[in-house]
């Protein structure tokens, strides 16, 4: 337990040490996840992920938060699923996850670039209208959706369903159920939290 922390704090300073003594400059890092965006290309990627750890002379072992997210993508590119309103839901989580690249990225050369919003698919827009409809009760059970290792992932999941959900947020909270990939979980529970309540 105690190396695995040393070895981390390593990572963690080495990323740090590295970040300090990069001068910033522009490169084309930014505009590589632009087209990834639009594309979701494996090899490029790849690519971005190379470039991004070459400028910034991070380890293959770097836990910097932009390679973080591109480990993400690379599991959303390769998921897939036959119903189009799956399909649909991952395209939207895919293109999220890479507009959080494109802001760091930016942020790392302090650069402005294009503000990038995906269209919320249909069921996710659905599930956030039945947590309106519910929000004093659905919103603290959204709270742990994103961890799988929590005790009370599944049970706020199926309290949720306890709510009578329309068919579109039941499919959503169904999917989830029934996932067993713990990245995956995160990825879609991530989505699921994202809901943003009302202001008081």
């Known amino acids: 337990m105690i190396e695995a922390y040393k070895k981390e704090r390593d990572i963690v ?11 910033v400059t522009k490169t084309s890092i930014p505009e590589q996840v632009y087209m990834l965006y639009e594309t979701l290309n494996k090899k490029l990627l790849e690519e971005v992920k190379e470039s991004f750890k070459k400028e910034y002379n991070l380890d293959a072992s770097s836990s910097h938060r932009f390679l973080w997210r591109a480990g993400l993508v690379e599991t959303l590119i390769a998921w897939e699923e ?25 942020d790392m050369e302090n650069r402005k670039g294009k503000d990038l919003y995906p269209p919320v698919p249909m ?34 999941v199926l309290a949720l369903m306890t709510l009578n ?27 699921m939290r994202a809901y943003r309540a009302r202001s008081k």
């Open 13 to 23: 300073l080495n990323d740090i040490l590295q970040f300090l003594q990069h001068t």
């Open 82 to 106: 036959t119903d189009s309103e799956l399909e649909e839901f991952i395209l939207y989580m895919s293109r999220y996850q890479v507009s959080k690249m494109y802001d760091i990225s930016l």
């Open 123 to 156: 069921l996710l827009a659905y599930f956030y209208k039945f947590v309106r409809r519910h929000e004093k009760v659905a919103l603290p059970l959204l709270e742990n959706l994103h961890d799988y290792n929590h005790p009370l992932c599944k049970k706020d």
């Open 165 to 191: 959900p329309g068919k579109e947020a039941f499919k959503l909270l169904t999917y989830l159920r029934n996932v067993k990939d713990e990245t995956k979980v995160y990825l879609i529970g991530s989505m």
